[in-house]
């Protein structure tokens, strides 16, 4: 036990460059608090002891500002930063090494019983504000954005963005910060491509009424169709039929 009691607190140092003390860490980490706490609420849930379990996990929350489930399965080293708002549910599975920020919440999206929370992997990152959703699962060392929506499972490695969170890159190599200002925008690199695109059109369409001498158009006729494609058609010789 207290060989697990000193392996968070060096957790806390390894991922928070804000400790200064160990008394300090002991003192103000709420994450810390709500770890041990699930520890124990966890142990009572396990051997049925489950009023007594929400209880404590309750009483946590009211001072901690974070909601774990006393069923939620969490492995070593895993560490809360600032914690504020963190909600994980009954079914949630969480791996050793996994980092997360406030207000990152682990939900489920079924009223049924069994498996309906997210599984995280070893080495997985959460940005602040993320929503897991789902019997999910997360794979090792994956990133999730801040403010991320993730309704699908993710492969190992790859950093997920957006609303709904979609996979941005693949990375190869971790690292335990997740610099929210350098994370790939997918949609902004959707659009562009097609602004880049848009241009190579107008680019071409250019080079063609130069080379013809037509000014390509469209003329919208009475009938309120298209009818200028028709000529430029004609004029180039392009026939119909």
């Keep these: 036990m207290f060989r697990t009691l000193r392996e968070d607190i060096a957790t806390v140092f ?136 993730v309704i699908r499972s993710v492969p190992s490695e790859a950093t997920v963005v957006g609303v709904p969170g979609r996979v941005a890159t693949d990375l190869r190599g971790h690292a335990l910060d997740l610099e929210h200002g350098n994370l790939p925008d997918p949609v902004a690199e959707a659009l562009r491509v097609m602004m880049y695109e848009q241009q190579e059109l107008r680019d071409r369409l250019r080079r063609l009424e130069d080379a013809t001498g037509v000014n390509v158009g469209t003329h919208v006729g009475e009938n309120g169709v298209t009818d200028r494609g028709d000529e430029i058609g004609d004029d180039l010789g392009w026939g119909g039929g």
């Design 14 to 149: 390894a991922k928070d460059p804000a400790a200064r003390s160990t008394l300090e860490v002991l003192l103000a980490y709420p994450g810390l608090h709500a770890l041990w706490s699930h520890r124990l609420a966890h142990w009572l849930w396990r051997h049925r002891v489950r009023l007594l379990a929400r209880l404590l996990s309750q009483v946590s929350r009211l001072f901690t500002n974070i909601e774990i489930h006393p069923g939620a399965t969490i492995g070593r080293r895993f560490f809360i930063d600032h914690g504020a708002g963190v909600v994980i549910g009954e079914t949630s599975e969480i791996g050793d090494d996994v980092l997360m920020y406030q207000g990152a919440v682990l939900g489920g999206t079924t009223l049924k019983k069994g498996k309906r929370h997210p599984t995280l992997g070893s080495g997985v990152v959460v940005g602040a504000g993320a929503i897991l959703l789902g019997a999910i699962t997360i794979g090792d060392r994956a990133r999730i954005g801040a403010g991320s929506v």
